[in-house]
């Protein structure tokens, strides 16, 4: 065994392991029952990877002849694994502040999308900027999240990134189904291929005026027949039946979720189809929240996620994770799981994130305090590491 380490986090407090016999996923009862060790040390190696996490004392003792590139004394402090946002939109241009105050006066989202606002209007503007002006802003709004506790993001395309002999705003939702599975997926499968993209899952908007529920089965079964994961947006404004449908497709996940029907989460509970709830999205558009605390104890798998877009610009998880306490009425500790193994879970990676278990990435925060304060997290996380490294000290944390 090497003993040449890259980092060693000693004394911490308490280290919320979140789960530590290899669980892919936790429900309502594993929610609540966290793996946590008092007083401990965590060992991450060259390659990024954890090595070892226990009682400071064993880890002293098995490592006594180690060196480490870099040792952070946590004494006093958590130890958690990084934050695993799983539902995000953050490549476009064009912000849509002056729709703020439409909504605010009573636009629905719907109206303000058939005003030719929404994402109408996102989609203009993406379209019309320079992939460099798209990356800069992309970057920033990625270390913005990293610096409240992210670590591992999803992140959706859809905002005018179709081929470019098909960069035209589609007029009628048959048009649009008919480009998205005779010219885009074939296109993106060569590409994949080609090792020139890689892509993950496969999304759809099933909506009323958008995509409706056999629309998007047929995008959403050609993504699958491509080898993609289905995770896709559903039952947020109408109650679509869209839960029920990704069951039945083996969707390996559904967001938003604010009008689902009783039978969509006995469904989703028997497929293990992960939820993931956006409380962000039901403040700020004022929707009935997702019945976090009925999927729950259904047995549903439930992820959180920030929404971040244009409509819902959140970038914290720290925030998502105190709404979801505050108007969803999940515990602390369910949220924290909802923001890790569930979250990674979501995205198809709990085998490598979400918990702080010996081989997954070294990926961790080291904080005094997380959800119980509404905003201002860069006060209270001391360290974002990512493998290992350390990619945001913030050396005037607050013991608050």
Known sequence: MSKNHKLLVKNAKQVVLIC??????????????????????????????IKAVGPAETIQARFSESSFDKVIDAAGMCVLPGLVDAHTHPVWAGDRVHEFAMKLAGATYMEVHRAGGGIHYTVEHTRAAAALDLLTSLKSRLQRMQRAGTTLVECKSGYGLELQTELKMLEVIEEARKDILQVQLPRLKELMSAGRLQVNNIDVFCEQGVFDLESSRAILQAGKEMGLNINFHGDELHPMNSAEMGAELGALAISHLEEVTDEGIVAMAK???????????????????????????AGVIVALGSDFNPNAYCCSMPVVMHLACVNMRMSMTEALAAATINAAFALGRSDTHGSLEVN??????????????LGGHQETIRYVIIKGNIVYDNDKTLDL
Do not use: C, F, W
């Open 360 to 373: 997954k990435h070294g990926d961790l925060l080291i904080l005094n305090h997380l959800i119980y304060q």
């Open 271 to 297: 497929a293990k189809t992960a939820a993931v709830l956006l409380p962000t999205t039901a403040y700020i558009l004022r929707l009935p929240q997702p019945r976090a605390r009925d999927m729950l104890d």
């Open 20 to 49: 530590s016999n290899g669980e892919k996923y936790l429900t309502k009862h594993g929610m609540n029952n966290l793996s946590v060790i008092e007083n401990a040390s965590l060992v991450i190696g060259r390659d990024g990877l």
